[in-house]
């Protein structure tokens, strides 16, 4: 035995008479419907703003901190150098009993101290190429440049 149950269909109907004008229903239907309003479009053009601000204050960050990276690379190198040249002037001193006033090796020490020797330079010695003999005398002193900053200088 079977039993069927008929459940009818119900459908609600808005009549035209009974629908606002202008109701959303209308709206979305009509020819207007893929179109922006323009508080949405002001919103995306505010947004895209916001993201063409970080882009170029996280742009100008990263040059600035290149720009102070590569002044610190070039103050290290400068250091390495400067101890490197100081390394190499004193392993290669010159001291001669005979003629001491020649050969002294002269130290002051100061406001503006200064060392002073005799040194046979290797062939890579800087400024070497200006003087017929790496036998020179290197004299080495710290000048002010400026009221905080000192410089250390190889004299001629």
Same mark, same amino acid.
Do not use: H
């Given at each position: 035995?079977?039993?069927?149950?008929?459940?009818?269909?119900?459908?609600?109907?808005?009549?035209?008479?009974?629908?606002?004008?202008?109701?959303?229903?209308?709206?979305?239907? @009509?020819?207007?419907?893929? $179109? #922006?309003?323009?508080?949405?479009?002001?919103?995306?053009?505010?947004? =895209?703003?916001?993201? %063409?601000?970080?882009?170029?204050?996280?742009?100008?960050?990263?040059?600035?901190?290149?720009?102070?990276?590569?002044?610190?690379?070039?103050?290290?190198?400068?250091?390495?150098?400067?101890?490197?040249?100081?390394?190499?002037?004193?392993?290669?001193?010159?001291?001669?009993?005979? @003629?001491?006033?020649?050969? $002294? #090796?002269?130290?002051?020490?100061?406001?503006?101290?200064?060392?002073? =020797?005799?040194?046979? %330079?290797?062939?890579?010695?800087?400024?070497?190429?200006?003087?017929?003999?790496?036998?020179?005398?290197?004299?080495?002193?710290?000048?002010?440049?400026?009221?905080?900053?000192?410089?250390?200088?190889?004299?001629?």
């Amino acid at each position: 035995m079977k039993i069927k149950f008929q459940i009818p269909n119900f459908k609600f109907r808005i009549s035209k008479s009974r629908r606002k004008k202008n109701s959303p229903l209308e709206i979305r239907n @009509s020819r207007f419907a893929g $179109a #922006f309003t323009l508080i949405e479009i002001m919103m995306a053009i505010a947004i =895209f703003a916001l993201l %063409v601000a970080a882009v170029y204050s996280t742009w100008v960050v990263i040059l600035k901190s290149s720009l102070v990276g590569q002044e610190a690379a070039k103050q290290a190198q400068r250091e390495r150098i400067a101890i490197r040249t100081i390394e190499d002037s004193l392993t290669c001193i010159q001291s001669f009993q005979a @003629s001491i006033q020649y050969y $002294a #090796f002269n130290i002051t020490n100061g406001d503006q101290p200064s060392l002073s =020797f005799v040194a046979r %330079v290797p062939d890579v010695f800087p400024r070497n190429g200006r003087f017929d003999s790496n036998l020179r005398r290197l004299t080495f002193s710290v000048e002010p440049v400026s009221d905080s900053e000192k410089d250390l200088v190889l004299a001629k």
